[in-house]
């Protein structure tokens, strides 16, 4: 298969992968231009992809690296909190027990905005995007043996820490 057409295939099959991976990294929906700019750049390396890895993977370590290249430029980052509406969506819960969960998943979200950078990382993509470890080391580019040690150490300071947060505030790094 021509490269060209190759990543207009990668477009239509992993495009919004690609975009939500971007929103929930960038804390921005204006990620557009950086979409983009991934599959740009997928078209000029194409050839340096190998097939050992998933094609999805392949383009959102492009992604990542986009981020971190223009976070380095802008000296900003910022994460955005996962959908709130994924598990409520589903639910019959009411109003006020929706009210009480979004409260919580806020407290919960700003508290992942202050983790450090590979916490924040690997939640984002394990537990948020709930990418498998497989594809969570391919698109961090750690050995799966450090992903999952860095999620379970994530969720472990998570969980000590939302105590602190039920009991009067989120406590700092």
Not at 9 to 32: C, I, K, M, P
Not at 104 to 113: A, D, F, G, P, V
Not at 138 to 143: F, R, T, V, Y
Request: with cysteine.
């Amino acid at each position: 298969m021509e490269n060209h057409t190759m990543v207009e295939e990668w477009f239509r099959q992993y495009g919004d992968e690609v975009y939500n991976f971007l929103v929930y990294y960038t804390r921005s929906y204006d990620v557009e231009d950086i979409v983009q700019e991934v599959f740009l750049r997928a078209l000029k390396s194409v050839e340096y992809f190998e097939g050992r890895s998933n094609p999805k993977t392949w383009l959102l370590s492009i992604a990542r690296r986009l981020v971190i290249d223009r976070y380095r430029k802008e000296k900003r980052y910022k994460l955005l909190p996962f959908d709130l509406i994924r598990n409520n969506a589903k639910s019959k819960e009411s109003i006020e027990d929706l009210v009480i969960v979004d409260e919580t998943l806020s407290e919960i979200y700003r508290y992942i905005n202050r983790m450090k950078e590979s916490y924040r990382n690997v939640i984002i993509c394990r537990l948020i995007l709930e990418y498998t470890v497989e594809e969570t080391s391919e698109i961090l580019g750690w050995p799966k043996s450090k992903v999952s040690l860095t999620y379970h150490r994530a969720l472990t300071h998570l969980k000590q820490n939302m105590v602190h947060v039920r009991e009067g505030g989120i406590v700092n790094e």
